[in-house]
């Protein structure tokens, strides 16, 4: 086998502010794994956030490569990861999930199935994904409600964090009324205290927010779980649910984890931590990063399995290099083609080859 890497610039269409910072580009690393002739592709993306710039990621491959090239096929190479061997678990978590879905993709592509059938879902997956609006005032956050609503988007996720909350309040209700059909969820990205949380959440069930991301800032789950408990709608951890520890230890304390397989490290860490929350209570959220349809795509296969969904990253660029998942009308869907089913943008009309388990929380 053999492993090549290529950066890209991804510019999104419009900068996102939340409440800890604005994005308006990120770098994205394509992780090609070759064999047979044959290609399968993963997307690591730079983050500030998860300590990702892009040279980590390029020489984090750099160390890989010969480990993963002495594997005879994708197929041993994907066991061995997920095994955990030394080599892929020292690797960065965006890192290890850029590499896996590049082995599930070719796997994929040399069985001529789709991953998630590989995974144990025969059927295509489809899911309505949320939308997300950023900080912005109400009138331009109920301008992007009306044109999202219209184009079928029946869930919209709002940031929140404004130095004055009644700008957030403002804004949720602003959404509302321009889309008053469409679901409501709201992401304030830690930015609020232990008792603004108390204090707002009513106020924002009340104008039709259905569960709120992550309201305090990570690093005390104690508090997280007490807000938990007295808020009137569900609330998801995401920054304090990075990995299996982090949500083994808010299993049945929360509403929800938010998966993003760039922290978590991966698909088959997805599946552990469904498998360890099962029966505690604690729902699984799949979330992403501004990405393209190729770092989203592996998510997009694993979508049947969470409570709510959060894959618009590809939706937020203004060029997707990749397509092949869909997502514009509101619902993400797996293309039916072999692995990951998605392809280059300029070769929209070809195809590159034929048509985990885990214990509970303890």
Known sequence: MRLDVRTVRLRLAEPLRISRSV????????????HGGLSGYGEAVSSGYLRLPTGRIRRAAGELRPHLERHPDPETALAEL???????????????????????DLVGKRAGVPVHQLLGRPAPVAAATARTIG???????????????????????????????????????????????????????????????????????????????????????DVLAAIAERSPVPVIADEDAVGYEDACRLAGRVHGVNLKLAKCGGV????????????????????????SSLGIAPAVHLAD?????????????????????????????????PGLGVLPAAAAGTTDGPSGPGGRCR
């Not at 997920?82 to 599930?104: I, Y």
């Not at 079928?152 to 889309?179: C, H, I, M, Y």
């Not at 929350?277 to 992403?288: P, Q, R, V, Y």
Request: aromatic share 4%; net charge positive.
């Open 268 to 291: 088959h860490q997805v599946l552990r931590i469904r498998a360890a929350l099962h029966g505690s209570g604690t729902e699984l959220m799949l979330g992403c990063l501004a990405a």
């Open 82 to 104: 997920r095994r955990g061997a030394a080599a892929f678990k020292e690797l960065p978590p965006g890192v290890l999930a850029a590499v896996e879905a590049a082995l599930l």
């Open 135 to 221: 900080i912005e005032p109400p009138a331009r956050a109920a301008a992007q409600a009306s044109r999202l609503a219209a184009a079928g988007f029946g869930v919209l996720k709002v940031k929140a964090g404004a130095a004055d909350p009644a700008e957030d309040l403002a804004r949720v209700r602003a959404v509302r009324e321009s889309a008053p059909g469409a679901r409501l969820l709201l992401d304030p990205n830690g930015a609020w205290t232990e008792d603004q949380a108390h204090r707002l959440l009513p106020l924002f069930a009340a104008a039709g927010v259905e569960a709120v991301e992550q309201p305090v800032a990570p690093g005390r789950p």
């Open 23 to 34: 994005t308006t580009e990120r770098d994205a690393v394509r992780f090609a794994v070759r």
């Open 305 to 337: 399995r969470a409570r709510w969904i959060d894959l618009d990253g590809h939706l937020l660029l203004a060029h997707d290099p990749w397509r092949g998942i869909g997502g514009t009308d509101g619902t993400v869907r797996t293309s039916g083609r």
